[in-house]
Nanobody, 121 residues
Framework: QVQLVESGGGSVQAGGSLRLSCATS????????MGWFRQAPGKKREGVAT???????KYADSVKGRFTVSKDNGKNTLYLQMHSLKPEDTAMYYC???????????????WGQGTQVTVSS
C-alpha cells in the first residue's frame, strides 16, 4: 500500500515562491525514485523534477535554476521549492513514485491527488 499526498499549493504573484510537499506512506519513500509532474488545463502532463535514492536529480529545462527538488527520508516527505515563479508555471502539480529516474509518465507507478499552483502576472 503506497499513498502520496501533496500540499503547499496556492496562488502567488509572478516572481514569488512556494514550497510543495508530498507526504508518503508505504515502502517506496526509502528506495524508490520520486518526482514532481505538472499539468495545465488542455495540456499533457509533463515532468518537472525527479530525485533518486542517492539524491541525484533531473530537472525540466523550463524550471532549471528556479526549482529545487529534495527529500527527507526520516519524514518520508518529498519537497519542491519553487522560486521566481512565472504565469506559465500555473498547473496542477503531482508527486509520483517509481522504480527508475525518468520523465516517461508510464514508468511511474504511484501518484498523488495533486495540488494547484496558480501564478498571476
Amino acid at each position: 500500500q503506497v499513498q502520496l499526498v501533496e500540499s503547499g499549493g496556492g496562488s502567488v504573484q509572478a516572481g514569488g515562491s512556494l514550497r510543495l510537499s508530498c507526504a508518503t506512506s508505504g515502502y517506496t519513500s526509502s528506495s524508490y525514485c520520486m518526482g514532481w509532474f505538472r499539468q495545465a488545463p488542455g495540456k499533457k502532463r509533463e515532468g518537472v523534477a525527479t530525485i533518486d535514492s542517492d539524491g541525484n536529480t533531473k530537472y525540466a529545462d523550463s524550471v532549471k535554476g528556479r526549482f529545487t527538488v529534495s527529500k527527507d527520508n526520516g519524514k518520508n516527505t518529498l519537497y519542491l521549492q519553487m522560486h521566481s515563479l512565472k504565469p506559465e508555471d500555473t498547473a496542477m502539480y503531482y508527486c509520483a513514485a517509481g522504480p527508475e529516474l525518468t520523465f516517461r509518465l508510464e514508468k511511474w507507478e504511484y501518484w498523488g491527488q495533486g495540488t494547484q499552483v496558480t501564478v498571476s502576472s
